[in-house]
């Protein structure tokens, strides 16, 4: 506890086993939502217990961070920062569970002061972490790290140099996706020819609208930018519906537009596990092909375009004369979404980590989504 800051007992639930901190109160930018997600997923399979940041806790942070660059002391670092409030958790469990966007929201895990003395395993899911030449000068913000058991990393590339900083094992683990929600069964009218949403190229986007006016297509792109969302369900629900009912979906690897940031790197985005289990035709320049050939190993899985691609009306047009081709790609793009990207099997990897068990409701879950994919299988 500082200066200025209060203490809250945290009020659990006696049969928790896992314990969460959710940053959806802070963060409600329309990148988060994928992420909430696999959290309310998470909810559905165990019992488990979540800690919300407030709203307020955005200031502390920036606060926070400024003293902890300064100070090199985590101890000094919570005294100088006005208003950071803290949990004190007053039961423990199997399991701490935290998923951050990238490193920046790690600083939250110090709101919960006694969560290494309460919690048995202690796993954190980063889904953004870039090159070495990135981190430089921002290594103290991997600090928190240090006392987890295990790190799970959304970006491949920083693998090695995140366990470096932090001694701690780290697994390289792709995002996943409902693919439930997303599977498009029974099959509807795809009614959206081309969606084009987040980072995209100009000379991508003009072929585009040249290819809807000519052909009177429905192109669904993106007008508005840094979008804040009201409710991740109801987004992410959206999300799956309009998909659904989606042809081809431009899909890049991520931050393909900021090689400044990348270096080189090419790592899977949730586009391609979004676009996979709506059954979409997917186009773009995919990931390097170690991560992508591991991940997305059927045919067609990415039909490959360059980032910037004036000629897509010409791999469309050649696509569009194969309907064979497209209802397979469609339908492979499902089955292995249903069979290898639900988040359940994200899940039981975090749990296998520590030596968990899976429950019931994840053992039903996997049955489910094998008996989708078999029907989608099934002759005729």
Not at 216 to 231: A, I, M, P
Not at 331 to 342: G, I
């Amino acid at each position: 506890m500082n200066l200025f800051g209060t203490k809250t007992v945290f009020h659990a639930h006696p049969d928790a086993r896992v314990f969460t901190l959710s940053e959806r109160v802070i963060h409600d930018r329309v990148w988060h939502c994928a992420l909430y997600e696999w959290e309310d997923l998470i909810g559905e399979w165990e019992s488990v217990d979540t800690y919300l940041p407030a709203h307020s806790f955005k200031l502390s942070r920036r606060l926070y961070t400024l003293a902890n660059y300064a100070t090199d002391s985590k101890l000094l670092s919570r005294l100088l920062t006005p208003h950071f409030d803290t949990c004190y958790l007053n039961q423990k469990y199997d399991l701490f569970f935290i998923i951050c966007m990238d490193i920046f929201e790690l600083i939250a895990i110090t709101s919960i002061n006694n969560w290494r003395e309460k919690c048995r395993n202690a796993v954190c899911y980063l889904n953004e972490c870039w090159s070495e030449e990135w981190l430089k000068g921002r290594e103290f913000l991997l600090r928190p790290l240090r006392e987890f058991d295990h790190i799970f990393l959304g970006t491949r590339n920083s693998v090695e140099i995140v366990s470096k900083i932090t001694g701690r094992p780290c697994t390289y683990l792709p995002v996943g996706i409902d693919a439930v929600k997303f599977a498009p069964i029974p099959e509807l009218e795809r009614s959206i020819d081309v969606w084009n949403i987040g980072r995209r190229s100009s000379v991508t986007h003009q072929a585009l609208l040249k290819l809807a006016e000519q052909k009177q297509w429905l192109y669904y792109f993106d007008t508005v930018k840094n979008g804040n969302v009201l409710d991740s369900k109801e987004h992410r629900l959206l999300v799956s519906n309009l998909l659904k009912r989606c042809s081809y979906f431009i899909a890049n690897h991520a931050r393909a537009d900021e090689a400044d940031i990348t270096r080189g790197h090419m790592e899977l985005g949730t586009r391609y596990f979004e676009g996979a289990a709506a059954g979409t035709v997917m186009l773009g320049k995919p990931p390097a092909p170690e991560v992508l050939n591991e991940h997305f190993n059927w045919p067609d899985a990415v039909i490959p375009i360059p980032f910037d691609a004036p000629g897509i009306a010409d791999t469309i047009a050649d696509l569009e004369v194969q309907p064979m081709r497209l209802a397979r790609i469609r339908r492979d793009n499902v089955v292995n979404s249903l069979l290898r990207h639900d988040w359940v099997y994200r899940w039981r990897r975090v749990l296998e980590a520590v030596g968990l068990e899976v429950t019931p409701q994840m053992v039903l879950r996997e049955s489910l989504l094998r008996d989708m994919a078999a029907k989608l299988n099934a002759p005729g």
